[in-house]
Nanobody
Framework: QVQLVESGGGLVQPGASLRLSCAAS????????MAWFRQGPGKEREFVAS????????YYGDSVKGRFTISRDTVKNTVALQLNSLKPEDTADYYC???????????????????WGQGTPVTVSS
């Protein structure tokens, strides 16, 4: 069974940066497209970023373009999300997702039948 474990969340002030990491196990990592989603308080789940199997196909949600960067390490089987210039509206639980079937482009839209992590909380507040 695929396991995804997120880490790196925390409480930061507006304008600060964070780096989230997702450690993937029990899967052939190079055969999975990976993505980050988030769900803020009282909000629906939102696509944040996705990265293809080769690491070159990358997409971002409109609200994070230019501020967040997704990357993957095929040696460590990890996916990272660098969050810069954080805003209070970025406050959410951030979830890692792995999909063996879809491409990074297709992950911008559901449905989602892959594997989810347990989430890591990010709070942006002064």
């Amino acid at each position: 069974q695929v396991q995804l474990v997120e880490s790196g969340g925390g409480l930061v002030q507006p304008g600060a940066s964070l780096r989230l990491s997702c450690a993937a196990s029990n899967l052939d990592f190079t055969n999975y497209a990976m993505a980050w989603f988030r769900q803020g308080p009282g909000k629906e789940r939102e696509f944040v970023a996705s990265i293809g199997r080769g690491g070159t196909e990358i997409y971002y949600g409109d609200s994070v373009k230019g501020r967040f960067t997704i990357s993957r390490d095929t040696v460590k089987n990890t996916v990272a999300l660098q969050l810069n210039s954080l805003k209070p509206e970025d406050t959410a639980d951030y979830y890692c997702y792995a999909d063996r079937v879809k491409t990074a482009w297709a992950l911008m839209r559901g449905p989602y039948s892959g594997s989810w992590g347990q989430g890591t909380p990010v709070t942006v507040s002064s």
